[in-house]
Structure formats: C-alpha cells, structure tokens
C-alpha cells in the first residue's frame, strides 16, 4: 500500500525517533509499504518519520545512481556497488564516520522540488539490524554512505535544509513554508501539515 509522505512542517519530521523490536505490530508489511511508496516517489531512500512513523527505521534502493552511469564513460567511483545497495536499516548506529568532507546536491521525498548541496564525509561505519532483525556492522562509501547520512538524519529529527548556512535557508523559507501548505506540484502522495482555510 502506498502511504502519503508526510511534507515539510510536520513535527514528526523534527523528532528523535524510538527504536523498536521485533514485537513491532505488522512489521514486514510496514517496510514492503514503505518500499512501495518509495518506489512510487522514485526515491532512493525512505525514513519512517517521512509516512509519520517516529521509529528508529529506513529503507533504501541506490539502483537508481547505477543507471545514471551507464551512460557515462568514466565509471564513477562513489557510484561501486550501488547497483545491489537494498537493504533495511533498523536500530541504525552510526559508529564512525570518515575521509574527506564531499558536496552533493541532495533532495528529500518530504521537501519536493528543492535540492541543494550539502557537504558529508565519504564513508560511514555502521550497526544496524535487518528485516529479520539480524544484526550487521558494515561500511558504505560513495552515494550508499550518502544516502544513509541523508536517511539516518531523519531518524534523529534532522532534515538536509539543517545543514545549509543560515543566509542559504532564509532563501528558501517562502518555498518551504509553501511546501508545508501544499503549494507545490507534486506527483505522489503527501501528507502536508498546514491545512488551507476555507474560503
Ligand atoms: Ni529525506
């Protein structure tokens, strides 16, 4: 089942989120829904808070950078592996991070239409436990650290517009205050927060 994405403004956006169990009600059919809405929003990653589940999970799919090489000569780097990064992220520790600090323009299912840079190191050393809630602890580098920096942030109440300068927010505050009133064009399902007034 696809679920509205929960836009900009939300408060659940900006909560720290408990971790869970494997007593957690329904939980396989509360990730393949959520890999489901992903894939309709054409995402690569899709962090529990953002269907407005304040829980310690997220899913991620980096195919989608895989193909945007192909049509490149050059094989890039950051892009090795990405191809095969599906995986399911409960309880997620960031135990490390490293290397030189690299700029990319990031977006977010929950802030459409905006994608601005932001800069994190490139490798991520990472606990966490699986759907069948095995544990693993793994090292990403490239776009998968990325995308788990951007989808890990969530999960602690923190969004990719945190880490733009203050001048580079004041910017973009009449496209984020529009985005949380629904004024924005958008293809998928969301959730906005501020409801319109009858006129
Ligand atoms: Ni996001």
Known sequence: M??????YGDPVLKKEAEEIDQTFPKLKELIGDMYETMYA???VGLAAPQIGKSI???VVDGSPFADEEEEDDEPDPKAAGIE???KVFINPIIEEEEGE???FHEGCLSIPKIREEVFRKEKVHISYYDENFEFHEEVFEGYAARIIQHEYDHVDGILFTD???????????KRLQNISKGEVNVDYK??????????
């Open 84 to 86: 095969n990064f599906k």
């Open 101 to 103: 600090e690299w700029g």
């Open 163 to 173: 880490h733009l300068s203050p001048l580079k927010r004041r910017l973009l505050t």
């Open 2 to 7: 696809i679920l509205p994405i929960v836009a």
């Open 56 to 58: 310690r999970m997220f």
């Open 41 to 43: 929003a054409q995402g």
């Open 190 to 199: 969301m959730k906005f927060p501020v409801i319109k007034k009858a006129r």
